[in-house]
T-cell receptor, first 118, second 115 residues
Framework: SQKIEQNSEALNIQEGKTATLTCNYTNYSPAYLQWYRQDPGRGPVFLLLIRENEKEKRKERLKVTFDTTLKQSLFHITASQPADSATYLCALGIGPQMIKAAGNKLTFGGGTRVLVKP | NAGVTQTPKFQVLKTGQSMTLQCAQDMNHNSMYWYRQDPGMGLRLIYYSASEGTTDKGEVPNGYNVSRLNKREFSLRLESAAPSQTSVYFC??????????????FGPGTRLTVL
């Protein structure tokens, strides 16, 4: 069966350090992968998208890698700040050639909570 | 531009009661989605509407019905609520095609408790 796994244990990190989160998937061939941020009591907010033919994407202090051979994405927050404390979700999307069969949907992982301590 | 709005924010039901969760978006998006989020389970898709006039089942559709009232509005109905439907419900919308990444915009959620 298809599975998307994120570390369910919270990641505690000191301010200024780099936080690294993993997203592993099985029985999936995603065309792209997205990362979202979710704060307590709020809906997820889109952060970054990376396509299957891209190895790395950056946005300010965020970096995402995508290894389709390992079936894994890594999400890095460099120079972390207490304001980065939140839950981070990965989501997989299928390509347009599969839309008719499976619909234009995302499948989300369970999320990893990050706590940055000052 | 309010984005995605959901009503109500909180609701407590008794087993067997019915209710409708409302969702509206003002971004002229074609696609809309309903998810539920439970501790340790992540977001699970209940139903979605790829475009006005169409709806399809997601991963966990049992016990729910939906209506895409128009391009802006997508409602979720619980006909006979059960304690297993206690959850946080999120509505989302997307205006991008899959090949553009299908970025989804989420509402603030409805916290539902079924006693």
């Amino acid at each position: 069966s298809q599975k998307i796994e994120q570390n369910s244990e919270a990641l505690n990190i000191q301010e200024g350090k780099t936080a690294t989160l993993t997203c592993n998937y099985t029985n999936y061939s995603p065309a792209y992968l997205q990362w979202y941020r979710q704060d307590p009591g709020r809906g997820p907010v889109f952060l970054l998208l990376i396509r299957e033919n891209e190895k790395e994407k950056r946005k300010e202090r965020l970096k995402v890698t995508f290894d389709t051979t390992l079936k894994q994405s890594l999400f890095h927050i460099t120079a972390s700040q207490p304001a980065d404390s939140a839950t981070y979700l990965c989501a997989l999307g299928i390509g347009p050639q599969m839309i008719k069969a499976a619909g234009n949907k995302l499948t989300f992982g369970g999320g990893t909570r990050v706590l940055v301590k000052p | 531009n309010a984005g995605v709005t959901q009503t109500p924010k909180f609701q407590v039901l008794k087993t067997g009661q019915s209710m409708t969760l409302q969702c509206a978006q003002d971004m002229n998006h074609n696609s809309m989605y309903w998810y539920r989020q439970d501790p340790g389970m992540g977001l699970r898709l209940i139903y979605y509407s790829a475009s006005e006039g169409t709806t399809d089942k997601g991963e966990v559709p049992n016990g729910y019905n939906v209506s895409r009232l128009n391009k802006r509005e997508f409602s979720l109905r619980l006909e006979s609520a059960a304690p297993s439907q206690t959850s946080v419900y999120f509505c989302a919308s997307s205006g991008l095609a899959a090949e553009q990444g299908n970025t989804q915009y989420f509402g603030p959620g409805t916290r539902l408790t079924v006693l």
